[in-house]
């Protein structure tokens, strides 16, 4: 069964910044689409960026929604089968429970094209 856990949550202050990462086991996240989604409360869970290399590229594809474009940097480690999201110059809307997820194959933000999610982190923005 896929496994997909999150880290690196928290409470940070407006411009601050935080590092997320999403690990995988039992399944190789270089083949798949990887992506981070969020949701605030009593608001629906929407994509924040995407990771896409098919197994083929070292770096992948990535793709930012407008709101996190300039600010955040998703990257993958092949090595250790980890996907990070850097989150630089957080805003107060920027809270939500982040989630990643993968198993697609294309460069996505549609949640329905995900079959396997993790648990989620807290991210709070907060002075």
């Known amino acids: 069964q896929v496994h997909l856990v999150e880290s690196g949550g928290g409470l940070v202050q407006p411009g601050g910044s935080l590092r997320l990462s999403c690990v995988a086991s039992?399944?190789?996240?270089?083949?798949?689409?990887v992506a981070w989604f969020r949701q605030a409360p009593g608001k629906e869970r929407v994509g924040v960026s995407c990771?896409?290399?098919?197994?083929?590229?070292?770096?992948?594809?990535?793709y930012y929604t407008d709101s996190v474009k300039g600010r955040f940097i998703i990257s993958r480690d092949k090595a250790k089968n980890t996907v990070y999201l850097q989150m630089n110059s957080l805003k107060f809307e920027d809270t939500a429970v982040y989630y990643c997820?993968?198993?697609?194959?294309?460069?996505?933000?549609?949640?329905?094209?995900?079959?396997?999610w993790g648990q989620g982190t807290q991210v709070t923005v907060s002075s």
């Open positions: 039992r399944f190789t996240l270089d083949y798949y689409a």
């Open positions: 997820a993968t198993g697609a194959i294309q460069t996505t933000l549609n949640p329905a094209d995900f079959p396997y």
């Open positions: 990771i896409y290399s098919g197994g083929i590229s070292s770096s992948g594809i990535t």
